[in-house]
Nanobody, 125 residues
């Protein structure tokens, strides 16, 4: 059974930083396409960052230069380093994984099979 568990969310002032973690069990990250998504109240879920099976990364324009996705295969953990946070980054953040053969990173949520339960990030001005 594949399970993803996020942690690291919290409340921070604008300009601050947080690092989200996503621990996986039931499989190894090495052969999966991985991603971070977020959903703000009243808005649709949107892709934030992704690492493809080829190791390449992609980011939403709104977070480029501020967020960094990374993975530690030894720990089977995915990370999202978030710097220069803004109030509009406030959302529930989800990690996701897919074993369907995506070689390249993708921010399309329908391409992901496994999802975590989410962690709340709140940025105050």
């Amino acid at each position: 059974q594949v399970q993803l568990v996020e942690s690291g969310g919290g409340s921070v002032q604008a300009g601050g930083s947080l690092r989200l973690s996503c621990a996986a069990s039931g499989y190894t990250y090495r052969s999966y396409c991985l991603g971070w998504f977020r959903q703000a109240t009243g808005k649709e879920r949107e892709g934030v960052a992704s690492i493809g099976r080829n190791g390449r990364e992609t980011y939403a324009d709104s977070v480029k230069g501020r967020f960094t996705i990374s993975q530690d295969n030894a720990k089977n953990t995915l990370y999202l380093q978030m710097n220069s946070l803004r109030p509009e980054d406030t959302a529930i953040y989800y990690c996701a994984a897919d074993d369907g053969g995506n070689w390249f990173p993708t921010l399309r949520s329908y391409e992901y099979k496994y999802w975590g339960q989410g962690t709340q990030v709140t940025v105050s001005s």
